[in-house]
DNA sequence: GCAAACCTTGCCATTAATGTGAGGGTTAAG
DNA sequence: CTTAACCCTCACATTAATGGCAAGGTTTGC
């Protein structure tokens, strides 16, 4: 499908869907007349790339960990061992969000039930 | 203390530091010679930001969240009620990047084990 | 075959967070 | 007192993600 379409099928602009090309997150092939061409899947991996973007990683990041994600690119591919190291480090990377999250989640819905619990009659 | 004392403390430059205090995330009071005056709190008020920042929260989120994490600003303040709504909206977005990061994690550590469990003789 | 709609590649603008330097007071050490 | 080290404000630069526009080729519908 062309730019447009999966523009229209995600929700996100031709200009960004141009950008993750440029960052290496997506790769679409040209059609003879030099138009991008996305296959059906590209629709599951834009939309895991917005997650992901929009959950604070950055494009970096998800390069990293895009190739192990979706069920369609190469999951039994041969990542260089390298990449294997990076992965790992993403890993950590992530479960340290999820910490901090959880610890600020915590306080926060305990500060909230302090005022609920307590006094709203004002 | 002064702002490069701060600084020195939690690594974080005195341009951040600034830059934290224009957009209302710290209130260090000013000397009589215009200096920015910090309490010792703000040290542990500036790590809490650093962290929140480096999780992918704006300044925005984390002037809402902020005043009912630290133990210093005011846990028992009364914030207009329309901040209440403001907190209990950062708690179900904090609750969404949590899950989606866990999803992912989860993928990402299924695909390292498929990896690890199989094959490491090449 | 023409016009509207879509595609291409630049390039310039914006927002958030951050870096950096200039120009000018203040404080602290010798 | 002088000088180095700090502080102030202002302003411009940068990076990442994004928005927008322009000039030009393509496709599609009539």
Redesign the interface.
């Known amino acids: 499908m062309k730019i447009g379409d999966l523009a229209a099928r995600t929700g996100v602009a031709p200009r960004l869907l141009r950008y993750y090309e440029q960052v290496g997150i997506l790769h679409p092939v040209r059609s003879s007349n030099g138009y991008r061409a996305y296959g059906e899947p590209a629709v599951e991996r834009v939309l895991q790339i917005r ?2 973007l ?4 950055t494009t970096d990041m998800i390069r990293e ?1 895009l190739p ?2 979706g069920v369609e690119p190469q ?1 039994r591919e ?1 990542p260089p061992a390298k990449d ?1 190291d990076g ?2 480090g ?2 950590v990377n ?5 910490d ?3 610890r ?2 915590q ?3 305990k ?2 039930n302090a ?1 609920e619990g307590a006094d709203t009659t004002a």
């Open positions: 997650e992901l929009d959950v604070g990683l960990v192990c994600l999951p041969c294997l992965l790992r993403q890993l992530i479960e340290k969000r999820i901090v999250l959880q600020n989640h306080a926060i819905k500060f909230l005022w």
